[in-house]
C-alpha cells in the first residue's frame, strides 16, 4: 500500500464547472497536508496546506481533510483551461520531520 | 523576494561521472530538502538539512551525499551516475526543520544521463 495515493487520472472536467480531486493517506498520524500544482515540464508549486479537519477556502480552492478517513481533496471551484496540470497531494508523516510524501499526482484536463 | 533558486537548469552526464547540484533556498529559511521526480511520478524525498545537519535521508544508494553551508545553501552530489538516475532533481526551501511548515520548491535541474 502506497502511503499517499491519487487517481493518475486524466480528470476531464469542461469549463467553469467544479473540479475534485481527492488523495488517501496510510500513515493516521499525519498531520499537515499539501496540494501542489505542476504544469509539464515545470517544478511543484505550493497551492494549499491544510492542518485540521474540515474545510479551507483560498479563492477558487477549497482543500478537505478528513482524518478520521484519512482522505484529502481539493476542490477547485470555476475551472479554467490554465488550471489543467498535474496536482499532486503531499503528507508529513507522523514523525513531523521535513519529509514531505508525495501521491503520484492527478493530471485534470479542463477543456474550454 | 527571490524565490528557490536551482543551478543549473539543464545538465547532460554520462554513465559513471559524477555530478554536483546547487540550491540556494528563500532568504530567512534555514531548511533544504532535495526530491527526485521520475517522469509519471510524485517526488521522492533523497535529503533533509536543517542548521547544516541531516535531518533526514530517504532510500536511496549512498552513491547520493548532501551537505548545507553556513549560509543555508546546498549541493546535493550523486557518483557514479546509472541511467536510471536521469530526473527532475527538486530542491524545497522551508522556514524550520524541527517543525514542518510549508516547503517551497525551485525550478529544478532535470538531469539526463546517456
Known amino acids: 500500500q502506497k502511503e499517499v495515493e491519487q487517481n493518475s487520472g486524466p480528470l476531464s472536467v469542461p469549463e467553469g464547472a467544479i473540479a475534485s480531486l481527492n488523495c488517501t493517506y496510510s500513515d493516521r498520524g499525519s498531520q499537515s497536508f499539501f496540494w501542489y500544482r505542476q504544469y509539464s515540464g515545470k517544478s511543484p508549486e505550493l497551492i494549499m496546506s491544510?492542518?485540521?479537519?474540515g474545510d479551507k477556502e483560498d479563492g477558487r480552492f477549497t482543500a478537505q481533510l478528513n482524518k478520521a478517513s484519512q482522505y484529502v481533496s481539493l476542490l477547485i471551484r470555476d475551472s479554467q483551461p490554465s488550471d489543467s496540470a498535474t496536482y499532486l497531494c503531499?503528507?508529513?508523516?507522523?514523525?513531523?520531520?521535513?519529509?514531505?510524501?508525495f501521491g503520484q499526482g492527478t493530471t485534470l484536463q479542463v477543456k474550454p | 523576494d527571490a524565490g528557490v533558486t536551482q543551478s543549473p537548469t539543464h545538465l547532460i552526464k554520462t554513465r559513471g561521472q559524477q555530478v554536483t547540484l546547487r540550491c540556494s533556498p528563500i532568504s530567512g529559511h534555514k531548511s533544504v530538502s532535495w526530491y527526485q521526480q521520475v517522469l509519471g511520478q510524485g517526488p521522492q524525498f533523497i535529503f533533509q538539512?536543517?542548521?547544516?545537519?541531516?535531518?533526514g535521508r530517504g532510500n536511496f544508494p549512498d552513491r547520493f551525499s548532501a551537505r548545507q553551508f553556513p549560509n543555508y545553501s546546498s549541493e546535493l552530489n550523486v557518483n557514479a551516475l546509472l541511467l536510471g538516475d536521469s530526473a527532475l532533481y527538486l530542491c524545497?526551501?522551508?522556514?524550520?526543520?524541527?517543525?514542518?511548515?510549508?516547503?517551497?520548491f525551485g525550478q529544478g535541474t532535470r538531469l539526463t544521463v546517456v
Open positions: 503531499a503528507s508529513v508523516g507522523s514523525s513531523n520531520t521535513g519529509k514531505l510524501i
Open positions: 524545497a526551501s522551508s522556514l524550520e526543520g524541527r517543525v514542518f511548515t510549508e516547503a517551497f
Open positions: 491544510i492542518y485540521s479537519n
Open positions: 538539512y536543517y542548521e547544516k545537519e541531516e535531518r
